[in-house]
Structure formats: C-alpha cells, structure tokens
C-alpha cells in the first residue's frame, strides 16, 4: 500500500516583507499627511511649498505610526524612526537641489554658443549675452588650481605619512598644526600671500594666487590623506618588513598603492575646497579680462569673474555671473566624476 | 650587549629580580645544546641557535631565559597554551620583535654562528635571510597573484632575470602552482584562505630564505587547507630550517622533527622541554608536557 503524496512546488514568499495591506495603509498615512499637510497650508500662514513641506513633515511620522499601530511597539517606533529619517533625508535634498536648479536656469541665460571659448577681452559686461565668454575665467582658474595642486597634494601626503608611518618625534605638533591651519580663514590666507609675495614681487600675479590657494588645500588633503592611511592594517606593514622592506620601501611600493584611489580623493577634495574661493584671490591674483597663460601677470578667475560680474549692477552683467556660477559648477562635477573613473580604474586593477 | 638593549633602564631594574622570580626550575632540554663551547664554524653550519634570551614589553617580562638549537633543514614545533610567549619568541629570530614600541631583549641569537643582534648587524638583511608567514594570511592588495610572490624582490630591490620562472618555482613549492597558474593577474585577495596562505608562503619563499618562521601558519583554514600547508612543510624542510608555532598537537606531531614546549606560570614564559617530536608525545621528561599534549591543560 502506498500513500499518494500529492507534491506542489513550492512557492517563493518574502514573509519578512510588509504585507500589501500594510504597504496599503502605509501609503495612505503619506497620501493623508499630504492632504493635511495642504490643509494647513491654506488655512494657515505656513504657504508656499515650504509650507506644504513643513506641514506634511510633521504630519507623516504621526499617520505612519497610526498605520502600524496594531503591530507592537517596535515596529511602531521603528517606523517613527524611519519616517523621521526619510523626512529629513528631503529636508536636505530641498535646498541642495533648489541651488542647482536655480544656478542651471539662471546660468543658461548667458550660456551661447562660443561661451565657453570666448573672453572678456572686447566686450565690456554689460554688452549683449550673445557676445564675450568665460575662457579667460576657466583658463586662470585651472591654471592657479592646478598649480595649487601640484604644491599641496606631495605635501599634504608627505605631511600625513610622516605622522602615520613614520610616526616622528613631532607627528602631534604636525597633526595639531594641521587641524590649526585648516580653521584659518581664506582671507587671512590671501592677505597672508599679499602681504609677502605680493609686495616682495611687486604686483598681483597667478603665482601669488596659487599659492594662497595652495595654503587653504593643504590642510584638507594632509588631513584626508592621514585619515586614509590609518585604514592601511598593521598586517600589511609587518608583512612587508619581514619581506626584508625597510619602511620607505614599505610605504612606497606596499601603503600608498593600496590606498591610491584614497588618496587621489584626498587631492580632489582639496580641490573642490579650494576651486571656488574667492577672497584671497582678491589679493594676490585680481583679475584680467583676457585669456593669459602668463603666471606672472594678474589673471582671471571663475569666483572673481563671478563677484566682479554682479557688482556691476547691470542686468547682463549679472546674467553673466549667473553663467560663471553655473560653469563652476559644472567644472567641480566634471573633475568630480574624472577622479571617480580615475580612482575606479584604479582599483580594478 | 648595551647597544641591543633598546630600553636600558628597564633592563637593569627588570633583570635582578627575574632570576629571583623563577620559580619553575628549568628543564635543560635535550636538544638544547649543552656543548655552548663548540666554535662558531661549526654552529654556522646547523641552523639557528637562541642562549639565554629573555624578552620585555615595557615591564612586562614576556619571556625567560630561551636556549634552543633549531639543527639545519629540519622542523621545530613550538607549542604551549596562549601567552606563553611563542609567538614573541619567533618574532625575536627574526628582528621583528624590535618593532613594538619599549619592547626589550637580553641573550643571544645566533645565526650562521653570529648573533643577530649584534650592533653591526643589518635587521633588513636577517628578515630577508629569515622568512616569517603570519596567522592571518594578508596578500597585499595592491598586487595581483603573481606580483604578490615576487613583492619581496620589488620590496628589497632585487633584480631578477627571469621573473616568471621564479613565480612558477615559488608557487610550486608552495603547492599552489597547479590551481593559480591561470589567473596570476587576478587580485590575491580572490583566492580561497588556505590559497591565500599559501600564496603569503611562495611570498616568503621567493627570497630564498635558509630559515622559515611560521606564526599558527593553519590557525585560519580550513582541514583540507591546513593539510595542503602541512604538506608543503615538510617538503620545505628538505631545504630550509623551519620553526613553527602552532596550537594544534596533531598537527605539531605531524610535521615536526623537534617539539618545544613553552609555559607560563602567570610570570615570564619559559621552556619546559624541547626534544624529538616522538619523545614529547610518547614519553615526554616534565609532567606538564604530558599534561599538555594529552589535552589535560592549556
């Protein structure tokens, strides 16, 4: 005799998932803050979409919670917590996003098609959008960046190196250093450089400017690059010595390559400090209306095409700046996203 | 002997009173030399030798008074429970023990019938001469496979002719050869623990070291793993003085010639016993070793 088993093929749930029921009341307690949220909006003073958002963000922990009332007092608070989270999360996106959006239709006023290779040279600001350009502004800004750079991130590492691996005699002076130099303010930095290369040298150049820059980026990516190097494990460095290394060598061949993309994100946030200061500029490389490649001479700028721009008072002058603010945004996304392939490619190795 | 003292006063106000504190009389071992008189030519030719070392972690006296003799191309286990200092005892073979801050030593290591930690003597040159694998294995991460086993080279400098050649060797005598010989440009991190071990091994190999140090070497893999590693030490050993320190009994009865056996009675760790493996398991001189290697303590 033989029972005949009837055999169903199992079938896949996810029984930790909300049930669609719950997700149902879930998506009422939103669609419910909402409409009161409204409410309030108009029958108070809280208007505008602010209001509306100020509104529905008190609301909508409190109708989640009712939602999940019959599940326990953990899930209820859990669901507080992540409504409160989710809120907040918003709150922040609004007003990051309300720059961009702003800046990109500001910005794309003044945008044309030969905007980003044409300067100032012939055009005086007020002048028709459809002449001049931001060339000279992209040119000295890049220039003076890069020469930052290059000044800063061999120091800024050599800094962090000498206070993780080396560990010298005057590593907490170095590391105290660091963290005092990264409170100076920027015009101090730039009244700093005007007041020694400017006035040694004469004049305002491109020089003067990178090196105030130089100043503010190095406490950034000696600190960025501290940070990285102490995730480099014990292990590796042991290692590596009991392979006959001595502790250049370590460092060199075994410590920096394992945290090259960490440390080229240390330079880029030096970067991105640093790209749209405007203050010590002022001081050291003023601005020049003309492309120039000359790193002796005054030159131009985004930040202070930017603020020279608006002072004018004129109104295409100021869609100009509007321009200049949205270049220098694009121009730290687009290094942003060049180190980030960079740093990738990098790590598939 | 002052210039190897690397914290002098800790030195002085610890070593009067460590010879007072001693309490477990010493076994002198058997395989530990009694004839310290013979010349220095003759102890260049059989392996390593420690006299007398003691070693200090700021106050802490970690371990006392250490004279073993490791004879050339063969295998010695060291064995004893947690912190009973086996593991500072390798890293003192090696000169990796000076690299813990306020760390100290006294005695004497001898290796091709010179002490190591002589004044004129170069720790680069001794960790290179002196291979070590750790617990955990650790590939650099910056490397692929193949890197990986000649980053001791890149490490120190040296240039070889045949780089490939020297990759395949090392990963055959590490019995790694035949499952990696495909992929040595992917990442060492993509290997199993065990290949990972073996593959810190080849490492350690490609400088042809005379001496190999292995830290608990199996304590991360899996039995299949540690098989595989067993095996490759004992085929080292034809070619190079091995010391291992391990936790496993089995294991120590399986790949080692000589067993050392460590102890600490809440003081300094110390040598009970060091003698054939077979004679630390079947009759072993020290009541406390058969303790241990029966699994009664430790």
Redesign the interface.
Known sequence: MSVVIETMPPVPTQPWRNSKAQGMRNFLAIVLALICGGVINRVTGLSGFLGLFVGTAFLFPVFVAFANINRGANVVVDRIASAVIAVAFIAVTIPWLSIFITVFRKGSEAFHSSYLTDDMRITPSGDDLQYGGIAHAIVGTMLMVLVATVISVPFGIIAAIYIVEVKGRFASLIRFLVQAMSGVPSIVAGLFVYSTVVTFFGGFSAWAGAIALSILMLPTVARTSEEVLKLV?V??R?????????QA??VF??VI??V?SGLITAAVLGVARVVGETAPLILTSSYFVATSRNLNEPIASLPIYIFSSLGLGDQNATARAWGGAMVLLGLVFFLFLLTRLFSSRIKRK | MENNQIDSKVSETIRPTITAKVEIPLQRSKLHTEDLQVDKMVKSESGLETRNVHAWFDKHHALADISLHFPKNTVTGLIGPSGCGKSTFLRLLNRMHEFIPRAAMAGEVLYAGNDIYDPGVNPIDIRRRIGMVFQKPNPFPAMNIGENVVAGLKLSRVKTSNKEALIEECLTRAGLWKEVKDRLGSAGGSLSGGQQQRLCIARALALNPEVLLLDEPCSALDPGSTLRVEETIVQLSATMTIIVVTHNMQQAARVSDYCAFFLSDGGPGQLVEADLTTNIFSHPSDTRTADYVQGRFG
Not at chain 1, 239 to 244: F, I, K, P, T
């Open positions: 494990s292990d590796l042991t290692s590596s010595s009991a392979l006959g290394a001595t060598r370590t061949t075994i390559p394992t090259a």
